[in-house]
């Protein structure tokens, strides 16, 4: 296996230009979610992976609050949206386009990227939505010379909101040049008797602990969880010194 270098591969550009003054904002990804925050002692946060990729990214986020129908029917014109106030971008953002209850946002923006890497662009992580749902792409930023729509398909018909400030895409980087090249190989966890050893550990340390809880001891049933993966701690008691280098604290685009 390779070893772990603590180096940082060298961050790829990506440079943002606005297609007309004012286009809407671009801010970092944001961790937090409301179900999330609604959870009992906001337990789904425990799930690192989530929060995680919650801020994995950056979102397009909207100027202006909106209100979106569709009638069942397969044309374009069966679905309308009604702005609430007035913006003078709306129609430059939200827009039925391909029928089919398709709800289409144009972000407003070029992306370029570095050579090799491109641009996913899809729903925010993790932020279901009742009669609606965000399709996903992979948007090739390193030639393209043109823009691209988020779509968001219908689940039913009826109508949906979408908030100002809410994200209605979501941009991640991603070296798509090299997925051609990875392949997938089925082993043994024989061939790696650290990790064999490691995983060993932990499954018979959550085992215990869940038992433990099970059994109602007041130390467990304090603790709640096995926190070494938010304490970046192998099972073993070890510290990782990369450890949650993925918990993200990205970047504002800037001028």
Partial sequence: MPEETGTIPQAPELLCYPEYEGAPEIIPGRAAREWMDATHQRFAYRC???AIANATGWEITLPFTFSATWNGGPLVSDVWSFLEGWDRRYKQVVASVFGHGV???????LFRTSPGWALVARGPPNTPKDGIAPLEGLVETDWLPFTFTMNWRFTRPGTVRFEKGECFC????VP???FDAIRPRIASLDEDPNLKAAYAEWRSSRSAFQARVAAGEPEAVGAGWQ???ILGRDPAGGARPNFHRSKR???KPVR
Wanted: net charge negative.
């Fill in 249 to 251: 604290a990205l970047a």
């Fill in 170 to 173: 979501f941009i991640s980087p």
């Fill in 48 to 50: 690192t992976p989530l």
């Fill in 176 to 178: 798509h040049e090299t």
């Fill in 227 to 229: 926190r070494d993966y």
């Fill in 103 to 109: 709800l289409t946002f144009h972000p407003g923006w």
